[in-house]
């Protein structure tokens, strides 16, 4: 058999340097800030000074409590009116005041005054939504076009006014009764609101003040002392930790020459990429042959490095909405699961590298992939995907609240958070149909297809059915056969049993000539010559080829056809032309001009097939004749050379050949033989 070794086509390297340039291009070019802290532990590091002046950042908790309070109380809005003061101190000139008309300069001056602070309105409690009342403290005041926020102390209400006017009056030492004037004059009821309350603004004014809430509260200055080696993190440290790497990362972020940093972005890249490259090839080095399955494996972890380091950059809190499982599914589509594993991980390694909880989503979307992976093979139809996202939801909350509780968070209410988990874990069932455009893109085909493909219900398989019966009859059993033999081995079951259905399709077009579909007492081969036998015998597999491009069957299907016989001969006409004196040097007629198989799927059909047909020509099914069968198939495959490019090991054609004897002597088993029926006799 083939040795594995390293590929040196530039077909295989050039794919990485593209992948491994684009990661260079796109890996953030700014430093991370380089301490590990958590609130409750001591602080491992130096004493940390501040590099640079920063504003302290207000936690959530901080600013949705501010929100809270500013949305339970409302600052009234108010508008000046000119027109309201000159009407009334018109009206205050033209009032008659009798024989105190000599005090009517202190009244005037006494409405000045009040005017000149403001006369609010009573009007606009009932406009307060409900649950909300005004603030007591201050107001609004538009005047000339400007609004300024005065306390509520400086205006008066009508009331208010009333008793200011009585009370200067007084002071004012008229040699009357001040108040019997103002009534008798009907003076207190010109006292109107200057200050009218102006709903649509407040309104305005509330919502915007409620949604617009500032992020810091403070300042810490360059050189001051964040905290002391060994000092415990406490909440309030903890907030100025995450202010300074906040402020680092987006404005200082690195602070020595440029070309340090790309250097370090090379150097990750090429690890990256290297890592790629040896766990492909350490998984599934035949990969590296077939170029769309490639490309589409990098682009798909392209896809993932793309979708971490953008989804960062935007809005890190938004890492927990975004559903990394998504990138499971796309490789489990059309991979094998020892593939998939190691590349999904490989694929998490920027998230953990470059995103601000690192370690906490890296972990969560690790374990919730794992899950996925075994999971999508169970419920991968219709609606059983929700019940996949159900499972994956539930692993990533109990792996979130796990992080919390080490952080000694015993009660907890981020709910946003376990909304995004919720959300980001169905978005996996609305991102699973874009398989279907990347199985058209890249000419692969998925496990879907390859159910679709092996129902029989489809046109080809009931043309089989019809025309060749015998033909369908022997697939079936070659299928079941190489169903068990698969799993032994841990082969693509899926693609074994496609491939089962279909490797001989080609009999469809002369379905006579092949013994399975005789006719009783009809002969086909009666009258031809050795050579022309194994002549038509032959052409199924061009035959099937044919038929294959006619129905657009899958590459990786068509591949069976032509492997099924690989490059063997018809060997009962080939030994017909040899002992009725045919010439061996003559004889390339009749042998297959196929291709030897080069994958362990393949060589279980040419095993199945030649033993399911071998086998209906016993004549003892012992379990010794089942043995001597299976290791003589074996060995002659072997022995020519059937093998010899095939990527299958010894100890796994060892675990086949065992699994086949086995259920050969299952399917032959001998049956008990019935007695005769006595016919009963009628009692006289």
């Known amino acids: 058999m083939k040795k594995t070794k390293i590929n040196y086509s530039w077909k295989v390297y050039l794919p990485l340097v593209i992948l491994f340039v684009t990661l260079v291009l796109i890996f953030p070019r700014m430093g991370k800030f380089n301490y590990d802290y958590k609130k409750g532990s001591p602080w491992m590091y130096e004493p940390l000074i ?6 302290i950042l207000k936690t959530d908790a901080q600013i949705q409590a501010e929100k809270s309070l500013l949305g339970s109380s409302v600052i009234p809005y108010f508008r000046y009116s000119d027109t309201v003061v000159h009407t009334q101190i018109s009206l205050v000139e033209s009032t008659d005041l009798g024989e105190c008309n000599s005090f009517k300069p202190e009244i005037l001056n006494a409405f000045v005054r009040l005017y000149g602070s403001g006369i609010v309105s009573e009007s606009g409690s009932e406009y307060l939504p409900e649950g909300k009342t005004f603030d007591s403290n201050v107001i609004f005041i538009q005047k000339d076009r400007r609004a300024k926020k005065v306390p509520s102390s400086e205006v008066y209400t009508v009331q208010e006014a009333k008793d200011f006017l009585l009370l200067f009056l007084t002071e004012a030492e008229l040699r009357c009764n001040v108040d019997s004037l103002c009534r008798a004059s009907s003076i ?11 709903r649509q603004t407040t309104d305005l004014v509330h919502e915007e003040s409620v949604n617009y809430v500032s992020p810091t509260s403070g300042v810490v200055n360059a050189g001051q002392l964040i905290v002391s080696n060994g000092e415990i993190i406490t909440a309030e440290i903890e907030q100025l930790l995450d202010s300074y790497k906040a402020e680092y990362e987006n404005s200082l972020g690195y602070s020595g020459h440029r070309i340090w940093l790309w250097t370090g972005n090379i150097l990750l890249a090429l690890t990256l990429v290297t890592v790629l490259f040896f766990a492909i090839y350490y998984t599934n080095y035949w990969v590296f042959d077939e170029m769309n399955r490639y490309l589409y494996l990098l682009v798909i972890y392209l896809f993932a490095t793309l979708l971490a380091i953008v989804v960062e950059k935007v809005d890190p809190s938004l890492l927990y909405l975004t559903p990394f499982t998504l990138v499971a599914l796309y490789l489990v589509a059309f991979f094998k699961k020892r593939v998939v594993l190691p590349v999904y991980i490989l694929s998490l390694l920027p998230l953990l590298v470059f995103s601000h909880n690192g370690v906490e989503l890296f972990v969560m979307y690790l374990a919730a992939g794992t899950i996925t992976i075994f999971f999508a093979e169970i419920f991968n139809k219709g609606w059983k995907q929700f019940i996949t996202a159900g499972i994956v939801f539930g692993v990533l909350v109990l792996v979130y609240l796990g992080f919390r509780l080490i952080e000694g968070i015993s009660g907890y209410h981020d709910y946003r ?8 874990s169905f978005l996996s069932v609305a991102g699973y149909p874009l398989i279907y455009l990347f199985e058209r893109i890249f000419q692969l085909v998925s496990s879907n ?37 698969a799993r032994s081995i841990d082969a693509n079951v899926l693609l074994v049993r496609a491939g089962a259905l279909y490797h001989d399709i080609g009999k469809i077009m002369n379905p006579q000539c092949f013994i399975e579909n005789e006719n009783l007492g009809v002969h086909y081969h009666d009258g031809l010559t ?83 047909a071998a086998s209906r020509s016993l004549k003892d099914y012992s379990a010794e004749t089942m043995s001597a069968l299976v290791e003589n198939i074996v060995k002659s495959k072997m022995s020519d050379g059937q093998f010899e490019d095939a990527d299958i090991s010894l100890k796994e054609l060892n675990i086949v050949k065992n699994v086949l004897k086995s259920y050969l002597q299952q399917v032959y088993h001998a049956r008990i033989a019935y007695p005769k029926k006595m016919s009963p006799r009628r009692r006289s």
Do not use: W
């Open 50 to 55: 501040a590099q640079f002046d920063f504003p």
């Open 188 to 198: 207190y009821d010109l006292v109107k609101p200057n200050l009218l309350f102006d």
């Open 417 to 424: 958070t376990i909304l995004y988990l919720f959300i980001g």
């Open 449 to 485: 297809r390859l159910v679709e493909l092996t129902d029989t219900n489809n046109r080809l398989l009931r043309d089989l059915a019809h025309k060749a019966p015998g033909t369908f009859q022997h697939s079936l059993q070659v299928m079941n056969l190489a169903d068990a033999a």
């Open 530 to 612: 050795p050579r022309e036998s194994a002549i038509e015998i032959i052409k199924h597999v061009s035959d099937g080829m044919a038929l294959a491009d006619k129905f657009k069957l899958p590459n990786i299907v068509k591949e069976f056809i032509i492997t099924h016989h690989g490059t063997t001969c018809t060997a009962y006409f080939y030994n017909k032309y040899i002992n009725g004196g045919g010439d061996p040097a003559n004889a390339e007629d009749f042998f297959y001009k196929g291709r030897k198989p080069y994958t362990k799927e393949q060589i279980i059909i040419m095993l199945c097939d030649t033993l399911e």
